[in-house]
């Protein structure tokens, strides 16, 4: 169930992705995006809470929830970029950042350990792993795409200029924050990477 959740929201980012894409200039379309969006997003919690509750916490069930934040992530910086919202930057940060980090986490893995528990200095394990810094990247990167959308939306005409003022400046932050923690596992790699038996 976990699983399948996870997959779901996805299809859900798709979808939104399709509508603004295709209906541009369409109120309608653009509000369902910014919906989907939003669920897409919500679901990324519920997914970890199904698989605790239920005891289906698995090395799988952590791939596919990374890969898909990736894919939600950096489909969304990429449409930005392409629609002309965010500079071409943008993705290209984040791009990098997510390459860098899922290789040598990917080394980490081989070796047995997860994905943060790789970190071994304790403030490059707080700036990878703790709450505070998970849910301040998520918070900004999740309000920028939706406000940004909502920025964008015909009928929000009016108020579009300080919405995306807003946008811009969460997004700002949120590809601030996607640098800042991928660096430690950059400054850890040699550890993960290294052959001990060589």
């Excluded at 519920?46 to 898909?68: N, P, T, W």
């Amino acid at each position: 169930m976990a699983n399948f959740i996870t997959i779901f929201r996805v299809f859900l980012m798709f979808i939104g992705v399709y509508l603004i894409l295709a209906f541009q200039d369409n109120s309608t379309a653009y509000i369902w995006a910014l919906i989907l969006t939003i669920l897409a997003f919500a679901l990324d919690g519920v997914d970890g809470y199904v698989a605790r509750k239920f005891h289906e916490e698995s090395k799988f069930g952590a791939l596919l929830d990374i890969m898909s934040d990736r894919i939600v992530e950096n489909t969304f910086w990429v449409l930005f970029a392409v629609m002309d919202w965010l500079p071409i930057w943008f993705p290209l940060i984040a791009l990098t950042r997510g390459f860098v980090t899922d290789t040598i986490r990917s080394a980490a893995m081989e070796k047995g350990l997860t994905p943060f528990g790789m970190q071994t200095n304790p403030v490059c394990k707080w700036i990878t792993g703790s709450k505070f810094m998970r849910i301040t990247y998520a918070v900004a990167k999740v309000v920028a795409f939706v406000i940004i959308i909502a920025s964008k939306i015909p009928y929000l005409e009016a108020f579009s200029g300080p919405l995306y003022r807003f946008g811009y400046w969460c997004a700002l932050i949120a590809i601030v924050f996607c640098v800042v923690r991928g660096l430690p596992v950059v400054i850890e790699a040699k550890s993960v990477v290294e052959d001990k038996n060589a």
